[in-house]
């Protein structure tokens, strides 16, 4: 990171903090609002975020679109009638379960079949069995530059030709066929900055696993490589060791076999995706 790449995320993050402070201001509006109308005990209240920028995570600004656990993670905080208060339910809700838990929170009963989530209200009320019958897996996904995917088809097709190299030039980063930095203008009369964004091989389907006993992560890139990546994110949170080239061939089978299923699954089919058979 050069001095303009490191002085845009400095200005970036006061930004945010800069910005918080109005929406305390809001959140502090609305309570007493809620408050004073007399509704508050019976008000659920969900707050939250989206990815936000990259803030120099692996030397980089802007749009987060990686695989890692510092893009795919966000904010999640509820409050409301029969939630406990301080209580971290360490469990994983992903964005198709926000529409099927505010219809539960609103009292319609059961989850509509078209919808791929789950409503987590349970979780954070405290019953007992959606804990045990809850996902340990789930699926992250992304299409770079180039062409997105046929949704249609299975992970493992879903490419029929690998999208050719990046030809942009280098005095020029978004010229050529692909995005390979982002520009940006003069902040606080700084030079304007180049860093690495996003390109046509950034195409990726991921199995993520998150259960007492394997917080993994395997991803298939849709490059002209076909390269995979694997990681045991207890013993190697940042991602840095690799582990597809060590890892026994018939668990790579079953977890390539999940991210197929959840790739082509719909409706009820999606909330049980199981990446391994046996342990």
Request: hydrophobic letters at 35%; a negative charge.
């Amino acid at each position: 990171m050069d001095g303009a790449h490191t002085n845009e995320s400095d200005i970036f993050f006061q930004r945010r903090w800069s910005v918080l402070r109005s929406v305390d201001d809001m959140v502090e509006r609305l309570h007493n609002m809620l408050v004073a109308a007399g509704v508050w005990d019976d008000t659920f209240f969900v707050y939250s975020s989206d990815h936000g920028y990259h803030l120099g995570q692996f030397g980089m600004l802007y749009d987060k679109r990686m695989l890692y656990e510092t893009d795919i993670r966000v904010p999640l905080f509820a409050k409301g009638p029969g939630i406990a208060a301080g209580q971290f339910i360490n469990h994983t809700a992903v964005h198709v379960d926000l529409t099927p838990t505010l219809l539960d929170m609103m009292g319609m009963p059961g989850t509509p079949d078209q919808m791929d989530g789950r409503s987590w209200l349970p979780l954070v009320t405290g019953t007992k069995d959606a804990v045990a019958s809850w996902r340990g897996t789930f699926m992250v996904e992304y299409s770079g530059s180039g062409d997105p995917p046929d949704k249609e088809a299975d992970w493992d097709t879903v490419i029929d030709a690998p999208p050719s190299k990046c030809t942009a030039d280098a005095s020029n980063p978004m010229s050529g066929n692909c995005v390979c930095s982002c520009t940006t203008g003069a902040i606080s009369g700084v030079v304007s900055d180049t860093s690495p964004c996003d390109g046509n091989n950034n195409t990726y389907g991921c199995i993520r696993t998150l259960t007492p006993t394997r917080n993994t992560i395997y991803c298939e890139f849709k490059d002209s490589e076909s390269f995979v990546e694997y990681y045991d994110l207890d013993k190697d949170p940042w991602n840095l060791k690799n582990l597809y080239t060590i890892t026994p061939k018939p668990m790579l089978a079953q977890l390539s076999k999940a991210l197929a299923q959840a790739a082509s699954c719909s409706g009820t089919d999606c909330r049980d995706i199981q990446a391994y058979a046996v342990e």
